[in-house]
């Protein structure tokens, strides 16, 4: 079986569900633009960067021709490859993935696999929880149900991305699951190393760590996170606050902490490989933010690493990964006294048992299971044809 899978840009959470699904099928993936250091820093993360991980080893892949006036992943037009007709014509893929319709690019792969006949689908996760107009909800409405006629299936990644896609009438036959997943081998061999390295050195009396990761923005509510704190402390917890993220809030929550006496730790930008250590050092993870936050991917790693999570109930993963008293707990978007409540019952929950259930989730949610997702849509609608 032949699959194609057309991307904006090399993407570290991308990589290893390329390499599982280049396991199960002859996999060919494109991608449409080159980004620099210094677009990384422009998206958001504030510093340029590359990542220090192998991104584009284990699979098959190539650079397409970006023929945009001005190169871009954060722009409709900014990711133009007519050259992907050509790639789509010549083939002979079973089937094609785009993750959506935000760029050109993808639409340009889109009317091409029409002409050739070649089964599309696409791989998104957005969500209805986000904060839009009811002139907006309306437009969305009449528009949507056009865009997803245009393709013959749909791979989910989660449950409020299910039922965004079957608001917007895809029809329920053509939704296939395909998680949203990091690399959780990675991610739990590495956090394991760190913790029996500090073992050895760990005191009893040291501050529970909470830790925020990701760009700190006003969308991600990182004040939440601190605000919740300040009440614990003011309960006797024994608490701290990490960031691992930069951004333009910094120097501002560096001021609140100060004002409530809040222990505060910023690690700045944080590269993959250093990732799990951070996470390694935490004793749960918090993640405030708005319906903007499609997913929450770091929830999904803090997991993999054994790091049980609070998150609003605005986040996209909430449903799928944060079980009640079980692997995390879930809170009412800005009610800053909830969140406190929250991260106080996951403290109370027992480790090992917590850790346990999280490696249990973390087997659904995982590069095997979305490659095995996509790899099984593409079948299935390939025989459908057949039977017609």
């Known amino acids: 079986m032949r699959i194609g899978f057309l991307i904006s840009h090399p993407i570290q959470y991308l990589a290893p569900l390329f390499r599982e699904l280049a396991k199960q099928c002859d996999l060919t993936v494109f991608y449409a633009h080159r980004q620099t250091a210094e677009q990384q820093a422009r998206a958001g993360f504030g510093v ?4 220090d991980v192998d991104l584009l080893s284990r699979y098959h892949s190539r650079f397409l021709r970006n023929v945009a006036r001005a190169p871009s992943t954060d722009r409709f037009f900014g990711c133009s490859t007519p050259e992907i007709a050509t790639e789509i014509a010549a083939g002979g893929f ?31 996760d957005s969500q209805l929880m986000g ?65 029996q390295q500090a073992a050895a050195s760990a005191d009893p009396s040291q501050l529970r760590r909470i830790l925020f990761v990701g760009k700190l923005m006003e969308r991600k509510r990182p004040f939440d996170v601190l605000r919740a704190v300040a009440q614990l402390r003011a309960r006797g917890c024994l608490v701290e606050v990490a960031f691992a993220g930069s951004g333009e809030l910094q120097g501002a929550l560096a001021e609140t902490a100060a004002a409530a006496d809040v222990p505060v730790r910023f690690f700045g930008f944080v590269n993959q490989s250093e990732l799990p250590g951070i996470y390694a050092s935490a004793d749960v993870t918090v993640l405030p933010s708005d319906g903007r ?96």
Request: hydrophobic letters at 45%; proline letters at 5%.
């Open 48 to 51: 340029a960067f590359d990542w």
């Open 94 to 124: 079973d089937g094609f993935v785009v993750p959506g319709w935000a760029l050109l690019t993808y639409w340009q792969a889109v009317r091409a696999c029409r002409r050739a006949g070649v089964p599309v689908f696409a791989r998104g």
């Open 131 to 195: 904060p839009r107009s009811s002139a907006v909800r309306l437009a969305k409405a009449v528009a949507f149900r056009g865009i997803l006629r245009q393709f013959d299936g749909f791979l989910y990644v989660g449950q409020r991305n299910r039922d965004y896609l079957l608001h917007y009438g895809a029809p329920a036959g053509r939704l296939f699951f395909s998680p949203h997943c990091v690399d959780n081998d990675a991610f739990r061999t590495a956090s394991d190393t760190v913790r």
């Open 293 to 388: 936050e499609t997913w929450g991917l770091v929830v999904n790693e803090a997991m993999a690493c054994g790091v049980p999570a609070v998150v609003s109930d605005a986040v996209g993963c909430g449903p799928d990964l944060v079980q009640a008293g079980v692997t995390g707990e879930t809170f009412p978007l800005g009610d800053v006294a909830a969140l406190a409540g929250a991260i106080e019952t996951v403290l109370s929950l027992d480790r090992d048992r917590t850790r346990h259930a999280l490696a249990a989730r973390m087997q659904t949610y995982s590069p095997e299971r979305a490659a095995r997702g996509i790899a099984g849509a593409v079948s299935a609608l390939k025989s459908r044809s057949r039977a017609e």
